[in-house]
């Protein structure tokens, strides 16, 4: 899975507004500001409303090659750089990988679980553990 924030072309004056935008978006997440409470607030992609998640992604399959292409070469959990793709300016993060990755193949559930963090808003994540038959490995 990943993250994404968008600034369209079409709801700014400029280019250059629309770049600022995101950019001013980029450094309050840099800055330690949730992902996706600055999607909810900011991007204007189709999913801004829930934070910027978006599905488990197969290479190719997406309409932006430059998203595509990020997407598959971008370090887990690292911000993109601002990318540029014909509709606006985007900045990614990806999250997952392990099921879908021809390399990993963690393809079987094992056990779920939660975390309690009491410090965070959103205090609870869902933690899954999976085994990879490929790499023998969990």
């Known amino acids: 899975r990943w993250e994404q924030i968008t600034m369209r072309f079409d709801a700014f004056p400029t280019k250059a507004a629309a770049y600022a935008a ?3 978006a980029g450094n309050e997440i840099v800055g ?3 992902f996706y409470q600055v999607a909810l607030e900011r991007s204007q992609g189709s999913t801004a409303s829930t934070g910027g998640l978006q599905p488990w992604t197969k290479k190719g399959s997406l309409v932006s090659k430059v998203l595509d292409d990020a997407l ?3 370090p887990l959990k690292q911000l993109s750089p601002i990318l540029e793709d014909d509709k606006g300016f ?3 993060r990806v999250l997952e990988f392990l099921r879908d990755d021809a ?3 963690f393809v079987c559930f ?3 679980c939660g975390v309690d963090y009491p410090d965070r ?3 609870f994540d869902v933690v899954y553990h999976l085994l990879s038959p490929k790499l023998n490995a969990r």
Request: aromatic share 4%.
């Open 22 to 24: 995101l950019a001013e």
């Open 103 to 105: 390399d990993c193949g």
């Open 90 to 92: 985007h900045i990614i």
């Open 110 to 112: 094992i056990d779920i």
């Open 32 to 34: 330690g500001r949730p």
């Open 121 to 123: 808003e959103k205090r």
């Open 72 to 74: 598959f070469t971008l």
